[in-house]
């Protein structure tokens, strides 16, 4: 089965992805799920500088307008949320702001979970409709 999946094996930005979420899991076992973003941001943020990661937090992504809420390593999308449940509007944020920022990879926590869940998201590439010749 995994033969038909050419990239099984290919986890983008691992040990740095993992870093992250095993870093939201400890903000999550301090904060709690009823806390707000801005406190889950700050902690967040203080164990990114102890860990001597490079990021940028609430990076305004060109003429867009649009924030993410961190870039860590110049390499990952962090977008931090405090709601009941995560739908479709947030996949697509995400997703909008990988295609802004060229960036491959994507991590989406929502810390209002009673037990963390983070979702990682890949950038979709645009492919040319499929030609039939029938």
Known sequence: MAAN????????????????????????????????????????????????LKYNRELILGDSGNIIDFLVENKIALELKTKRLVG??????????????????????????KFLRPKRILRTTARAPIRSDS
Request: aromatic fraction near 10%.
């Open 5 to 52: 999946n050419h990239n099984v094996d290919k986890v983008l930005h691992p040990d740095l992805s993992y870093k992250i979420v095993g870093i939201c899991f400890e903000v999550h076992n301090e904060l709690g799920q009823f806390a707000r973003e801005k406190q889950y941001a700050d902690l967040l943020e203080d164990k990114l500088k102890s860990q001597n």
């Open 88 to 113: 479709r509007s947030e996949y697509r944020q995400i997703q909008n702001y990988l295609q802004q920022s060229k960036l491959d990879l994507g991590l989406l926590i929502n810390f209002s979970d």
